[in-house]
């Protein structure tokens, strides 16, 4: 018995799932980066067990890309979470909602 | 056999990890299961035969994504409420003992053993006479420096971008306490917003 690519994209929609879930339920902004680094790993794997079972390297590389976006998102989000907190003194979600006109 | 146990060990490790992050209240909590989650996260690239990818993993989520959450965290409140209750100081010192000898064990072992490791130097050369074929690092920096090239640097230059947008964003105004002016922020905005109205 092996492990096949199907065991590998059920993980990866799982893991995707739990992100997706802490994405909508968080209100912390500081939890919806995690939430969306989660949701980043998942499919991650995903593409790693696409590029071993059909034998192709592309998978991996944009597995690359995929980790070079997440650490630029995290470097411009935690500055402009950090500017927010420095003016409002808060990360809550609900202090975002000034927007309506 | 033993990449299945692997595989489902490591399944329901992250799976559990990544719970605990989406559903705990505590950020510190948070932030350390999702800095272990990471790292079960690179196993499965090491059973996929993707070495390499499984080691950016580890250097560039543990080491720099979590390290740079944790030093976010210090700029927020969420963890002023963490108390710190050892409730067995003794079985935490035994802990820590017995694995700070687990570790000096693990790193003195190649040295005290009759032959040491060979490390495959240069990496391309010595491979065949080891009986080893062209590994997936050699295959990724093939492919990504041929046919991926362009991305490659895009990807390098966005990176470039982020780390100075990073700075600009975080470092404006970092010597003064910003909660003071928060008030005159906030005065400011007001006047423009109804200027804006009217």
């Known amino acids: 018995m092996m492990v096949t690519l199907n065991d590998y994209l059920v993980l990866s929609a799982i893991l995707f799932f739990i992100g997706f879930l802490g994405a909508i339920r968080r209100k912390n902004l500081l939890m919806l980066f995690f939430a969306t680094e989660i949701m980043l790993n998942a499919v991650n794997v995903g593409f790693a067990a696409i590029s071993h079972f059909h034998a192709d390297l592309t998978g991996q590389m944009f597995a690359f890309f995929i980790i070079a976006i997440a650490a630029s998102e995290v470097a411009v989000g935690l500055g402009l979470l950090i500017l927010w907190f420095k003016k409002k003194n808060t990360i809550n979600l609900d202090s975002m909602q000034k927007m309506e006109g | 056999m033993f990449e299945l146990v692997a595989f489902y060990t490591f399944a329901i490790l992250t799976i559990v990890m990544f719970t605990i992050t989406v559903t705990t209240k505590n950020a510190l909590y948070a932030l350390s299961s999702l800095a272990a989650g990471m790292i079960f996260i690179s196993a499965f690239f090491f059973l996929l035969d993707a070495d390499f990818l499984g080691v950016v993993q580890i250097i560039v989520y ?59 130097y240069p ?76």
């Open chain 2, 62 to 120: 543990t080491g720099a994504v979590m390290a740079l959450y944790a030093f976010g965290m210090m700029f927020f409140d969420s963890i002023s409420d963490v108390e710190e209750k050892v409730a067995n100081p003794r079985l935490t010192f035994m802990l820590s003992g017995i694995i700070a000898l687990i570790v000096v064990v693990i790193f003195v072992a190649p040295l005290v053993g009759a032959a040491n490791i060979p490390a495959h």
């Open chain 2, 123 to 198: 990496v391309g050369l010595g491979a065949e006479q080891y009986g080893l074929a062209v590994g997936n690092p050699q295959d990724v920096g093939m492919v990504l420096f041929t046919k991926y090239l362009i991305p490659f640097e895009v990807a390098a230059v966005m990176l470039l971008v982020a780390m100075i947008g990073g700075i600009i964003l975080a470092g404006k105004k970092m010597d003064t306490n910003l909660s003071d002016e928060s008030k005159d922020v906030h005065h400011h905005a007001d006047s423009i917003n109804t200027k804006d109205v009217k």
